[in-house]
């Protein structure tokens, strides 16, 4: 279903996920602008309406807003407090910032959580000078994340023991940080959900994900896990965006722990598209980049069921510091069976940068996992 009137949504961030919202838009009849931070981002090349600049300045966001009926945003690092009198300008943002504001902070996201009731790891703040002794309860090895702008393994350091805790909370830059226990988990599991303003929700397939040095590797769907787990994890989703009132589309990430007495933990929400969903847009009836155009303009949601028996994302990412298109590496990706490339536009490789990802389809989930293993082969021997 199309809009009445031609809707005009912001976006703020210019990166590859801005960039891939740009098909869904013009597929739902929407219109896109983006506020990016320099002329190079990915999205600058199929969003003409474009502002550039930074992304927390309220004047750039502002500028923005013109002729905007809503505004959303590609990543969580914003300053609630410099957007917050737009509101009184009558900009709408979605999700909104109440929405945003448990989130953006590992830590009060944790309390969030716990205060309904949700599954989380245990977990305290801590800062240089504080007893350690108070970590016992959450033994060692624990997990010691940057409560601010973590992302791809950034702002996290497992610490073995007490004695190397210094060492480790200087490595993440001397900041506040969230103390939690180490989750010997099976799987790392990861769920898109979307709420629209009515209410209406819809959850995306189950996935698993690999990591490789705290970076997504690649992405499994259906997810290998008991029909039962599928089905709590959707629980927590409903009642993840339920209890934060969101609009658009949130990434869940999860500990699948089945050795535990509760056997699904949440690690981390991101209020957005996410690259948990990437294989949505070829694998679901609905992409992840429709479901929350949909989300935050108000539409009926889509239908968000695979439509292909099996699917494998694979991340294409950075293992040198150098200026490379990789167009060898990318043709013979293309050509493996039931392919589906994206390449992000970059211009600058390093080590462990999101540079594109292929998707690939089939019948059956073990011979698409070995597709997806070739094309890992095929990457590293050209990256």
């Given at each position: 279903?199309?809009?009445?009137t031609?809707v005009?949504v912001?976006?703020?961030g210019?990166?590859?996920?801005?960039?891939?919202?740009?098909?869904?838009?013009?597929?739902?009849?929407?219109q896109?602008?983006v506020?990016?931070?320099?002329?190079?981002?990915p999205?600058?090349?199929?969003?003409?309406?474009?502002?550039?600049g930074?992304?927390?300045?309220?004047a750039r966001i502002?500028?923005?807003?013109q002729g905007?009926?809503?505004i959303?945003?590609?990543?969580e690092?914003?300053?609630l407090?410099r957007?917050?009198?737009?509101?009184?300008?009558?900009v709408r943002f979605?999700?909104s910032?109440?929405s945003?504001?448990?989130?953006?902070?590992?830590?009060?996201q944790?309390l969030?959580?716990?205060a309904q009731?949700?599954?989380v790891p245990?977990f305290?703040s801590w800062?240089l000078g504080q007893?350690t002794?108070?970590?016992?309860?959450?033994?060692?090895?624990?997990?010691?994340k940057?409560?601010?702008?973590g992302y791809?393994?950034?702002?996290?350091q497992?610490?073995?023991?007490?004695?190397?805790?210094?060492a480790?909370?200087t490595?993440?830059?001397?900041?506040p940080?969230?103390?939690e226990?180490f989750?010997?988990f099976r799987?790392?599991?990861?769920?898109?959900?979307a709420?629209?303003?009515s209410?209406e929700i819809?959850?995306h397939?189950v996935?698993e994900?690999e990591?490789?040095?705290q970076?997504?590797?690649?992405?499994?769907?259906?997810?290998?896990?008991?029909?039962?787990?599928?089905?709590?994890?959707?629980?927590i989703?409903?009642?993840?965006?339920?209890?934060?009132?969101?609009?658009?589309?949130?990434?869940?990430?999860?500990?699948?722990?089945?050795q535990?007495?509760?056997p699904?933990?949440?690690n981390?929400i991101?209020?957005?598209?996410h690259n948990?969903?990437?294989?949505s847009?070829?694998a679901?009836?609905?992409?992840?980049f429709?479901?929350h155009l949909?989300?935050i303009?108000?539409?009926?949601?889509g239908?968000p069921?695979?439509?292909?028996s099996a699917?494998?994302m694979?991340n294409?990412?950075?293992?040198e510091?150098i200026?490379?298109e990789?167009?060898?590496?990318?043709?013979?990706?293309?050509?493996?069976?039931?392919?589906h490339?994206h390449?992000?536009g970059?211009t600058?490789a390093?080590?462990?940068r999101?540079?594109?990802h292929?998707?690939?389809?089939g019948e059956n989930?073990?011979?698409?996992?070995?597709?997806?293993?070739?094309a890992e082969?095929?990457?590293?021997?050209?990256?």
């Amino acid at each position: 279903m199309r809009p009445e009137t031609r809707v005009t949504v912001g976006v703020i961030g210019g990166g590859q996920l801005a960039w891939m919202l740009a098909p869904a838009a013009r597929h739902l009849g929407l219109q896109l602008r983006v506020l990016a931070s320099s002329e190079q981002e990915p999205a600058l090349r199929v969003i003409p309406e474009s502002v550039l600049g930074d992304l927390s300045d309220p004047a750039r966001i502002r500028q923005l807003a013109q002729g905007t009926q809503v505004i959303t945003f590609e990543n969580e690092f914003v300053d609630l407090d410099r957007l917050r009198p737009l509101l009184a300008e009558g900009v709408r943002f979605r999700p909104s910032l109440e929405s945003l504001a448990p989130l953006l902070d590992k830590y009060t996201q944790r309390l969030h959580l716990q205060a309904q009731g949700l599954p989380v790891p245990q977990f305290q703040s801590w800062d240089l000078g504080q007893e350690t002794a108070g970590l016992e309860k959450l033994g060692w090895p624990l997990v010691l994340k940057a409560r601010r702008q973590g992302y791809d393994g950034r702002g996290t350091q497992i610490v073995p023991h007490a004695q190397d805790l210094e060492a480790a909370w200087t490595h993440l830059g001397s900041v506040p940080v969230l103390v939690e226990q180490f989750v010997p988990f099976r799987k790392e599991l990861a769920v898109m959900v979307a709420r629209s303003p009515s209410g209406e929700i819809a959850v995306h397939p189950v996935v698993e994900t690999e990591q490789d040095n705290q970076v997504c590797r690649r992405v499994i769907a259906p997810a290998r896990v008991p029909l039962a787990v599928q089905l709590q994890v959707e629980q927590i989703a409903h009642q993840i965006v339920s209890s934060l009132d969101g609009m658009g589309i949130f990434g869940v990430e999860l500990f699948w722990v089945p050795q535990w007495q509760n056997p699904v933990l949440i690690n981390e929400i991101a209020p957005r598209p996410h690259n948990s969903g990437h294989f949505s847009i070829e694998a679901c009836v609905t992409s992840q980049f429709e479901q929350h155009l949909r989300a935050i303009a108000g539409l009926p949601l889509g239908d968000p069921s695979l439509k292909a028996s099996a699917a494998v994302m694979v991340n294409l990412l950075g293992y040198e510091s150098i200026t490379n298109e990789y167009l060898q590496a990318r043709q013979r990706l293309s050509e493996l069976p039931g392919a589906h490339l994206h390449w992000y536009g970059k211009t600058e490789a390093r080590p462990g940068r999101k540079l594109g990802h292929i998707t690939l389809l089939g019948e059956n989930l073990e011979a698409v996992l070995t597709l997806a293993d070739q094309a890992e082969a095929i990457w590293r021997r050209q990256a």
